[in-house]
């Protein structure tokens, strides 16, 4: 009778270790089985992330997908995320991966695993022409644009605690609409965002300085090593490549300097 209690156990206990492993292998043998990744992309920044006349997505992002698809030899099936649902949807298992503007931080390395920087970017601040406003101490009581969950409504919650923070899942159309129409008193977001809506408008203007400078990765479940280190390798064949310096002069035009990810990029 212990015999076969003993043989049970070990039997159960070889099942739950190849249960393990075979979860071990992760997300990178689970996509080219399936011959689909699945990437939490964000649509609502250009030059990032945004909708063409045809209602495609298209950006700096979405180029990275496409390329990182690929060179997996899948198919890219794009899900849109915004804010706290870019980590969320990862744990729950919903995405493999996400290229949405994800500042690499502290507080999100404790719920999923990024890749090395493709981007770099800091916060701005941007104002209409029109407001007067020229100095950040002067939006404490105002109110502010900013994205649900991100990097700047963060900020602006410990740097300015009399702001009113007005919430959007899309800066573009949405926050930028807020500021055209008056009914914010300024946005907040990723300078990479701030800098190209200026330069597309001489109807606002940027405060000076630029917060929280910070790396963009692409976030994946933790888990998944092989997967993490299959990535990095691709990011770093990106920037050695010259294909990042390409890509950032695509988006941000020709006269841009990309942003230094490490030396020799």
């Known amino acids: 009778m212990q015999r076969c209690v003993l043989k049970l156990f070990l039997l159960l206990f070889c099942h739950l270790l190849l249960a393990d492993n075979s979860a071990a292998a992760g997300v990178l043998e689970a996509i080219q089985q399936r011959g689909t990744i699945v990437i939490g992309v964000s649509p609502g920044a250009a030059p990032l992330g945004f909708y063409n006349e045809r209602n495609e997505p298209v ?11 690929d060179a997996l030899g899948v198919d890219a099936e794009y899900v849109n995320v915004y804010g706290d649902s870019r980590v969320s949807m990862l744990v729950s298992g919903q995405l493999d ?6 500042t690499a931080t502290a507080t999100r390395a404790k719920s999923v695993d990024f890749s090395i920087p493709y981007l770099r970017t800091g916060l701005r601040i941007i104002v209409r022409n029109d407001s007067g406003i020229t100095r950040f101490e002067e939006l404490n009581g105002r109110r502010i644009v900013v994205g649900r969950g991100s990097s700047g409504e963060l900020f602006i919650r410990e740097a300015l605690p009399g702001a009113e923070l007005v919430y959007t899942d899309s800066f573009s159309p949405n926050g930028v ?22 330069a597309k408008s001489p109807d606002y203007g940027i405060l000076p300085e630029l917060y929280l400078s910070g790396p963009i990765a692409m976030g994946i479940a933790k888990g998944n090593p092989e997967f993490v280190q299959w990535v990095n390798d691709f990011i770093s064949d990106y920037i050695d490549s010259g294909v ?10 020709n006269d841009s300097d990309p942003p230094v990810l490490r030396e020799g990029s």
Do not use: H
């Open 59 to 69: 950006g700096y992002d979405i180029d990275m997908a496409k390329r990182l698809a």
């Open 97 to 102: 991966i996400v290229i949405a503007n994800m």
């Open 177 to 198: 609409l807020l500021l055209r129409q008056g009914r914010v008193a300024a946005a907040i977001e990723d300078n990479s965002i701030i800098d190209y809506l200026a």
């Open 244 to 253: 990042y310096t390409a890509q950032y002069k695509k988006w941000w035009g």
